[in-house]
C-alpha cells in the first residue's frame, strides 16, 4: 500500500462533516417516503462526491466504489475507497443525532484504513493495519471485560430484513438470548459508530446477521486494531462478504459467540 496522508484525509473528513452537520440542522424532519429519498440523495450525494474530488486529486491511482456500484469492492484487485457519508441515514433524516462518516480503504477486497467521523459530537475514530486504532489522536482500546454477561452490547437489524426472512429469524433469537445474559442491548442506529464504540470500550459488544461489508469491513478492522476479535457467528474470518458479524473484546467474544450459536440452533429448530 502506498502511502497515505492521514491528516488530509481526517481534515477532508472534518471540513465536509461540517457542511452535512449545517445540512442536518437545517432539515425539515421528512416524514413522507419520496421526501426522505429526494433529501438522502441530495445531501449524501453531494457530500460523496466532494470527498471522491479531494482524494482522486490527491490519489489518483485508488479507485473508489459505493453502493451503487456494478463491480463489487470485494472483487477489486489493488486498492479503492469504499465511502458512506451519511452511515444512519434514517436518523439523519429524522432530526436523531446519531449518524456518522465512515472512510475505508481496501486493499485486494481487505480494509488496511479506516476513519469513522461522529459529526455530532466531534470525535474522529480512525485505525491503519498494524498501527493501532485512535479517538481524535489517542490511542484506544477495547474494555476489559472477560465475558458479555452484565455488559452492554449492541446490534442491528440484517440489511434489507424483509428479504431474508431466515436472517430476521436468527436475529430475534440471538436478540432474547443475549438480552436474558446481558444488562442492556440497544440499537443505536449508525453501523459504523457502534463498531467504533466497542473499539473504544464503550459498548462490550456488537452483532448482526446479513451481509453488510460497505458499513462493517472498515469499522471492523477499528476493532481489531483496537485489541477486539471480529468474525462470523460460526466463528469464521470475517471479511467484507461475510454473511453475519461479531465484534468484541476476546473474552466477551469468545461467550458471545456461544450464546448465539446456542440461539441459531434454537431459531432452526
Same mark, same amino acid.
Given at each position: 500500500?502506498?502511502?497515505?496522508?492521514?491528516? +488530509?484525509?481526517?481534515?477532508?473528513?472534518?471540513?465536509?462533516?461540517?457542511?452535512?452537520?449545517?445540512?442536518?440542522? &437545517?432539515?425539515?424532519?421528512?416524514?413522507? %417516503?419520496?421526501?426522505?429519498?429526494?433529501?438522502?440523495?441530495?445531501?449524501?450525494?453531494?457530500?460523496?462526491?466532494?470527498?471522491?474530488?479531494?482524494?482522486?486529486?490527491?490519489?489518483?491511482?485508488?479507485?473508489?466504489?459505493?453502493?451503487?456500484?456494478?463491480?463489487?469492492?470485494?472483487?477489486?484487485?489493488?486498492?479503492?475507497?469504499?465511502?458512506?457519508?451519511?452511515?444512519?441515514?434514517?436518523?439523519?433524516?429524522?432530526?436523531?443525532?446519531?449518524?456518522?462518516?465512515?472512510?475505508?480503504?481496501?486493499?485486494?477486497?481487505?480494509?488496511?484504513?479506516?476513519?469513522?467521523?461522529? +459529526?455530532?459530537?466531534?470525535? +474522529?475514530?480512525?485505525?491503519?493495519?498494524?498501527?493501532?486504532?485512535?479517538?481524535?489522536?489517542?490511542?484506544?482500546?477495547?474494555? !476489559?471485560?472477560?465475558? #458479555?454477561?452484565?455488559?452492554?452490547?449492541?446490534?442491528? #437489524?440484517? %440489511?434489507?430484513?424483509?428479504?431474508?426472512?431466515?436472517? $430476521?429469524?436468527?436475529?430475534?433469537?440471538? $436478540?432474547?438470548?443475549?438480552?436474558?445474559?446481558?444488562?442492556?442491548?440497544?440499537?443505536? !442506529?449508525? +453501523? &459504523?459508530?457502534?463498531?467504533?464504540?466497542?473499539?473504544?470500550?464503550?459498548?462490550?459488544?456488537?452483532?448482526?446477521?446479513?451481509?453488510?461489508?460497505?458499513?462493517?469491513?472498515?469499522?471492523?478492522?477499528?476493532?481489531?486494531?483496537?485489541?477486539?476479535?471480529?468474525?462470523?457467528?460460526?466463528?469464521?474470518?470475517? #471479511?467484507?462478504?461475510?454473511?453475519?458479524?461479531?465484534?468484541?473484546?476476546? !473474552?466477551?467474544?469468545?461467550?458471545?459467540?456461544?450464546?448465539?450459536?446456542?440461539?441459531?440452533?434454537?431459531? &432452526?429448530?
Amino acid at each position: 500500500m502506498r502511502q497515505i496522508d492521514l491528516d +488530509v484525509i481526517l481534515s477532508l473528513l472534518r471540513s465536509v462533516g461540517e457542511e452535512l452537520r449545517d445540512a442536518f440542522r &437545517a432539515l425539515q424532519a421528512a416524514a413522507e %417516503p419520496e421526501q426522505m429519498m429526494e433529501a438522502f440523495q441530495r445531501i449524501d450525494g453531494g457530500a460523496a462526491q466532494a470527498i471522491r474530488q479531494e482524494l482522486g486529486a490527491f490519489y489518483p491511482h485508488i479507485a473508489w466504489r459505493d453502493e451503487r456500484d456494478e463491480d463489487d469492492p470485494r472483487m477489486v484487485d489493488g486498492e479503492c475507497w469504499i465511502c458512506d457519508p451519511i452511515d444512519g441515514a434514517l436518523q439523519f433524516l429524522r432530526g436523531i443525532p446519531f449518524w456518522a462518516m465512515s472512510l475505508t480503504l481496501l486493499r485486494d477486497g481487505e480494509p488496511v484504513f479506516c476513519a469513522v467521523f461522529d +459529526v455530532m459530537n466531534g470525535e +474522529v475514530f480512525h485505525a491503519v493495519e498494524g498501527r493501532g486504532a485512535f479517538l481524535n489522536g489517542r490511542r484506544m482500546g477495547v474494555s !476489559g471485560g472477560g465475558s #458479555h454477561r452484565h455488559g452492554v452490547l449492541a446490534t442491528n #437489524h440484517p %440489511p434489507f430484513a424483509s428479504a431474508q426472512p431466515r436472517m $430476521l429469524a436468527l436475529a430475534a433469537s440471538a $436478540l432474547s438470548a443475549v438480552q436474558a445474559e446481558a444488562t442492556a442491548v440497544r440499537n443505536l !442506529g449508525s +453501523v &459504523a459508530l457502534q463498531l467504533a464504540y466497542v473499539a473504544g470500550g464503550r459498548l462490550d459488544g456488537f452483532w448482526q446477521y446479513g451481509e453488510d461489508g460497505f458499513n462493517c469491513a472498515g469499522a471492523a478492522l477499528l476493532v481489531r486494531e483496537a485489541g477486539g476479535r471480529t468474525s462470523t457467528v460460526e466463528g469464521l474470518a470475517y #471479511h467484507p462478504h461475510s454473511g453475519s458479524l461479531v465484534a468484541a473484546p476476546p !473474552g466477551a467474544h469468545a461467550s458471545l459467540l456461544l450464546t448465539l450459536n446456542g440461539s441459531s440452533c434454537l431459531a &432452526a429448530a
